[in-house]
């Protein structure tokens, strides 16, 4: 072969169609003694090398002790997401970057948190599991935001759901959520569920919790956020995404080869320029133009993703179980309930949640067997609080977290069958009523004063669950803890102010210039 009529080459393929009529051990075995062997080397290094790191992580993982949290928030919560969220950046203060000597041989890894919404026999729980080190800050974080809040160290609720699978007398529904687009676009926050006209902000955590309060004794649904606090780097791939989107090259960073091999290309460029000449591009002025012709969508994507980056982030995995007994295990209420619920925080144009492989569902093949196994899988990974399923964690703001994680507002608390926010009565019997002829009693028809609306209201605040799961049943400790944290965080000026509760008055007295005399009775009803 000639190259520019200075030299040639010769390349003699022939030994390669020797060595394919040969059999296939005689080809394996040349390509082994001819430095094949070092590839396979290489690949079991490698898996040695993960092996170990795996082992040392086993290890450290053993050593560490975590502890449950129980949380009850008062009924007449004023406050709003952003009070959790803020209890999430105080979280994100775990973040603890350990080296290369640190991760390898000692296997260390960054702890995080599981933050849980659990239902049992329609009883509704929110749980945090911490790592005990880190036990303070949590119930800090708390009080700091709800000082009326009460925690309760408990057991592990799912520890105690000792069941194997297939079983004659249990059923389980469960899935890891996945996001449906990379991780830089975000869900639906807790700040797109205010209205826009009257500013009323509607709860998602409603309709989440009125599936959880619908089921009754017999059933179980576990929902789990695990939380870890991420690296700083969270930022570059939605900046990467960012720039594509504008057009905007990247500066990638040289090497000493890539100078030596740029070098020829500049000088043939600048030889180019001198003869034909160039056209000056002002890169301000088109990265300017870029913004002005992009469509609208991609402009609100671009918007989304940098006020998702801007905020602190946390690796994270969401899933959920819905487990009961075969007679009263409902399908419909328990997995398709959860599922519209978490469907809510979904946006078509940015991100949302769907079920990951990581579910209990077989088709086809061995069905039953196939089931039981994903079943005590699922089952085992909750315990676990393991996040590492399917395709790993995905990153999520402190505002994406308050919003899945948030205690309820306080509209949340009336029933949500039937919510009536004013009601029309008859005035007491008695009152005098004026007319132009003078002061005429009148007499109204009687009413019931003991009427009332008997709908149904979510009791998530309820000494269930602290009874049955409790360490120290008389809660004292609990108490204790409470009483020198709050003083520890009034010392140290931190402690949120309790919502002032509306003051109802009375309406003011008519004038009595015109000498009309007209008295009101005290039980006449107030305007607020």
Not at 195 to 200: I, R, S, T
Not at 412 to 438: N, T
Request: aromatic share 12%; glycine share 6%; proline share 6%.
């Amino acid at each position: 072969m000639d190259i520019f009529g200075f030299f040639s080459l010769d390349f003699d393929w022939s030994w390669l169609d020797n060595l394919g009529q040969l059999p296939m051990y005689q080809i394996v075995w040349h390509f082994l003694v001819n430095g094949g062997w070092a590839l396979f080397a290489a690949v079991f290094i490698y898996g040695a090398w993960l092996n170990f790191i795996f082992w040392r992580q086993q290890i450290y993982g053993a050593k560490q002790s975590f502890i449950f949290l129980a949380i009850d928030i008062p009924k007449n919560n004023l406050q709003t997401p952003k009070a959790v969220e803020n209890i999430f950046n105080a979280l994100s203060g775990a973040h603890s970057p350990a080296d290369w000597h640190e991760k390898v041989f000692l296997g260390e890894y960054q702890l995080g948190f599981s933050c849980e919404i659990v239902s049992i026999d329609g009883f509704i729980q929110f749980v945090i599991r911490t790592p005990k080190q880190f036990r303070n800050m949590v119930e800090a974080a708390i009080y700091s935001q709800y000082p009326e809040a009460e925690v309760t160290e408990v057991a592990d609720y799912a520890a105690e759901f000792n069941v194997s699978f297939p079983s004659d007398e249990y059923n389980l529904w469960g899935t890891d959520m996945v996001l449906t687009r990379d991780d830089f676009y975000p869900i639906r926050t807790y700040v797109e569920f205010q209205e826009e006209l009257d500013k009323e902000f509607k709860d998602p955590m409603a309709s989440i919790l009125e599936v959880m309060n619908s089921i009754g004794p017999g059933e179980q649904i576990w929902m789990q956020l695990i939380a870890v606090p991420a690296d700083i780097p969270w930022t570059v791939a939605g900046m990467k995404e960012v720039n594509k989107t504008l057009g905007i090259e990247e500066k990638v960073k040289m090497r000493a080869i890539d100078y030596v091999i740029e070098a020829p290309l500049k000088a043939l460029s600048f030889v180019g320029d001198q003869f034909f000449g160039s056209v000056p591009v002002d890169e301000k002025k088109k990265d300017k133009l870029n913004m002005m012709f992009l469509p609208p969508h991609e402009k609100t994507r671009v918007e989304a993703i940098l006020a998702k980056i801007e905020k602190t982030c946390f690796k994270c995995k969401l899933r959920f179980l819905y487990i009961g007994k075969r007679e009263v295990f409902k399908k419909g209420l328990g997995v398709a309930g959860m599922m519209g619920a978490i469907r809510q925080y979904s946006s078509y144009a940015l991100n949302g949640f769907k079920p990951g492989k990581n579910k209990t569902q077989a088709k086809i093949m061995l069905k039953q067997i196939r089931l039981a196994v994903k079943q005590n899988k699922i089952l085992a990974d909750y315990r676990g609080r393991n996040g590492d399923t399917c395709n790993g964690k995905y990153l999520l703001n402190t505002a994406e977290l308050a919003t899945l994680f948030h205690f309820p507002y306080i509209e949340v608390k009336a029933p949500l069958i039937k919510k009536i926010e004013s009601r029309r009565s008859f005035a007491p019997i008695g009152l005098p009523v004026v007319d132009s002829k003078g002061p005429v009693e009148e007499e109204a028809p009687a009413f019931d004063t003991k009427a009332k609306d008997t709908a149904g209201a979510i009791d998530y605040d309820s000494d269930y669950f602290e009874k049955r799961f409790a360490v120290d049943k008389t809660g004292e400790k609990d108490k204790k803890r409470k009483q020198e944290i709050l003083a520890k965080l009034s010392a140290e000026g931190k402690a949120a102010t309790p919502p002032a509760k509306p003051e109802k008055k009375r309406q003011s007295p008519p004038d009595d210039s015109a000498g009309q005399g007209i008295s009101l009775p005290d039980n006449l009803p107030f305007a607020e």
